[in-house]
C-alpha cells in the first residue's frame, strides 16, 4: 500500500508563491503517474499538473506558465512549484499516484494540503 503526505501549503497573498511536497511511502511501483489536483469549496476536483515515470509533464490551462510539478526519485517526493498566485488557486490541493498494474487502475491520495491565496 502507498501513503502520500503533502505539505507546504499556507496562507499567501496574490502574486506570491509556494512549493506543495508529497512524500510517498509504502510499495511504490516503478511505472506511475504523480498527479497534483486541487478542490475549490463547492466546485470539483480538477487535475492541475502531471508528471509521468518517464519525467513528462502536463499541466491544466489555467496553471500553464505558474506552476511547475517535478519530482525527486531519490526522496520518493512529488512537487508543485506555485508561482504568480491568484486568488481562484485557493483550493485544497491532493497529491495523487496513478498506477496500472496488471491491467487494473490504482489510485492512492494524500491528505489535501490547504492553500489559500488572498490578500
Known amino acids: 500500500q502507498v501513503q502520500l503526505v503533502e505539505s507546504g501549503g499556507g496562507l499567501v497573498q496574490p502574486g506570491g508563491s509556494l512549493r506543495l511536497s508529497c512524500a510517498a511511502s509504502?510499495?511504490?511501483?516503478?511505472?506511475?503517474?504523480m498527479n497534483w489536483y486541487r478542490q475549490a469549496p463547492g466546485k470539483q476536483r480538477e487535475l492541475v499538473a502531471s508528471?509521468?515515470?518517464?519525467?513528462?509533464?502536463a499541466y491544466a490551462d489555467s496553471v500553464k506558465g505558474r506552476f511547475t510539478i517535478s519530482k525527486d526519485n531519490a526522496k520518493n517526493t512529488v512537487y508543485l512549484q506555485m508561482n504568480s498566485l491568484k486568488p481562484e488557486d485557493t483550493a485544497v490541493y491532493y497529491c495523487?499516484?496513478?498506477?496500472?498494474?496488471?491491467?487494473?487502475?490504482?489510485?492512492?491520495w494524500g491528505q489535501g494540503t490547504q492553500v489559500t491565496v488572498s490578500s
Open positions: 495523487n499516484l496513478h498506477t496500472i498494474y496488471a491491467g487494473t487502475n490504482y489510485h492512492y
Open positions: 508528471i509521468t515515470s518517464g519525467g513528462s509533464t
Open positions: 509504502g510499495s511504490i511501483f516503478s511505472f506511475n503517474d
